[in-house]
């Protein structure tokens, strides 16, 4: 019974600690997705995110990417095309990570 117990503790204890490093590998590649496809109108100076990911949660940030005349009917941003589901999820990761 104790070793079942430890087993049980040690896979929950690495299963915790992978799940940290998968949402950084996703961050990273959404940084360059970022960089590639949003980074042209997205400046620091011009339609800044900085603190976006204390603002929105994931699925807005992802209406934002994909529908944003769903988020803001007037609004100049075009839908972001032509990105892979993986693209996506990970550019809502990167930008989950820009927080105040």
Request: charged fraction near 30%.
């Amino acid at each position: 019974m104790a070793k079942a117990v430890f087993c049980a503790v040690v896979v929950s204890l690495f299963a915790a600690c992978a799940i940290p490093a998968f949402s950084l590998d996703a961050a990273a590649d959404g940084k360059a997705v970022f960089d590639k496809k949003c980074k042209m109108c997205h400046t620091d100076t011009k339609n800044p995110l900085a603190g976006v990911g204390s603002r929105l949660k994931a699925d807005e940030l992802k209406k934002w990417i994909l529908t944003p005349k769903e988020m803001k009917a007037d609004g100049k941003m075009p839908a972001v095309r032509g990105l892979a589901d993986k693209d996506v999820n990970d550019l809502v990761a990167y930008m989950s990570t820009l927080k105040k």
